[in-house]
């Protein structure tokens, strides 16, 4: 404007305004003469007359003035008035007021943009943090499950390695333990059908009273069999003779499990079980004379089942023998076997081999440990195949 000012292009200037005023937020435009007097106006009704300022504005100097006032149609107005100088000389001033609304309403704009574009971020962040959550729970979810089957005896599980981190190192551990317990739960298995399970769980949890290796100790030996079994095995079929075993091992097996006893060996169609080794009982002899009453009740209920199918009855005798053995492991390093030795137990196979069928024959030793506890017949001094002296039985 300057130039058009020292020209008094008043023209020019109109178009300047005019032009000035094509946006919107400018409120007006005037441009004044050194004199004060208006040559262009955004309002042409004040061209040609002094200048005005709104009420409460300073006057404009020789330096350049912001300031900012309300009007009522539009609102904040940021006034500038800037002097007009050439070469040092005064030659007028320009008036220009913009509406503060419009920085408002970008501001505003702004702010809302910022607050979705926050809260987009926000959900995204909360969407990926869950996904993320869910990738990396999956697998501890799996352990806990995994674990959950452990505790109910389901030892079949087998999780899947997806990562190699730290919960892909802490899942092959488990894997790992799975497979030992399912080793060990075989093991306890196949050993439950020697011994009894309460036994076997016994030696698992105290593993340091097994005694594997040899060691004298007390025990009580059982031997049971079935008198007159070869000619009884003449007169069936092979199928029957199997089956008449199964029966008989069945019922000496699980008697000698319910208490406790530990299955030594088949001998045929006798059975040996010894009591207080592996696992020691102070009351060896007591659980040893309880098995073998169980024993023949066991057969008097087989024998009547066996008579109601038309077949024979069988009859079993019984020696029971307390004494000192060596119990542990004999055989080789490719086939061994647990076993009692010792002057009892041959003792207790004798008592056996002179039991009467239906009769329990028990050493003298043996009924010191049961006394109060039976009734019994002496039937004195006899003299056993192996042994010099005679036997109190």
């Not at 333990?177 to 009894?196: C, G, N, P």
């Not at 079994?229 to 069936?236: A, G, I, K, N, V």
């Not at 003779?241 to 001998?267: P, S």
């Not at 009591?275 to 098995?291: E, K």
């Amino acid at each position: 404007a300057k130039s058009s000012l020292l020209a008094s292009d008043e023209l020019t200037l109109n178009v300047l305004v005019k032009d000035a005023m094509k946006d919107p937020d400018v409120a007006y435009v005037a441009i004044a003469d050194e004199n004060g007097t208006v040559l262009a106006h955004s309002d042409v009704g004040e061209i040609g007359k002094p200048i005005t300022r709104p009420a409460g504005l300073e006057q404009l100097g020789s330096e350049p003035l912001v300031r900012t006032y309300k009007t009522k149609p539009k609102g904040e107005v940021i006034d500038f008035a800037m002097p007009l100088v050439f070469s040092d000389t005064p030659v007028g001033a320009l008036y220009l007021g913009f509406s503060k609304q419009a920085i408002t309403d970008a501001l505003a704009h702004a702010f809302w943009r910022a607050v979705i574009i926050t809260g987009a971020m926000v959900v995204v962040g909360v969407l990926g943090a869950i996904g993320l959550s869910n990738l990396l729970s999956r697998p501890i979810f799996r352990l806990v499950r995994g674990t959950r089957a452990i505790a109910e005896g389901d030892f079949n599980v087998a999780l899947p390695v997806t990562s190699r981190d730290e919960l892909g190192t802490l899942t092959e551990s488990f894997n790992q333990m799975a497979r030992s317990l399912r080793e060990k739960e075989m093991i306890k298995h196949a050993f439950t059908r020697y011994v009894a399970r309460e036994v076997v769980e016994e030696i698992l949890k105290d593993p340091e009273h097994l005694v594997l290796t040899g060691e004298r100790r007390e025990a009580t030996v059982l031997f049971c069999d079935i008198p007159g079994f070869t000619p009884l095995s003449e007169r069936m079929s092979p199928e029957d003779v199997v089956i008449l075993l199964n029966e008989f091992y069945t019922l000496m097996i699980e008697t000698v499990f319910k208490h406790d006893g530990t299955l030594d060996k088949f001998l045929g169609d006798a059975v040996m079980a010894v009591f207080g080794a592996p696992i020691s009982h102070p009351d060896h002899a007591v659980r040893a004379v309880r098995t073998a009453i169980a024993m023949q009740a066991g057969i008097a209920a087989l024998n009547d089942a066996r008579m109601r199918d038309g077949k024979e009855r069988i009859q079993v005798g019984i020696g029971v023998s307390v004494g000192e053995v060596v119990a542990g492991t004999v055989g080789s390093g490719e086939r061994m076997e647990y076993t009692v030795i010792g002057d009892s137990v041959n003792l207790a196979s004798r008592l056996e081999s002179n039991a009467k069928p239906g009769r329990i024959l028990i050493s003298g030793r043996t009924y010191d440990k049961v006394r109060n506890l039976v009734e019994v017949v002496p039937l004195g001094p006899i003299k056993v195949k192996g042994k010099e002296e005679q036997v109190e039985v």
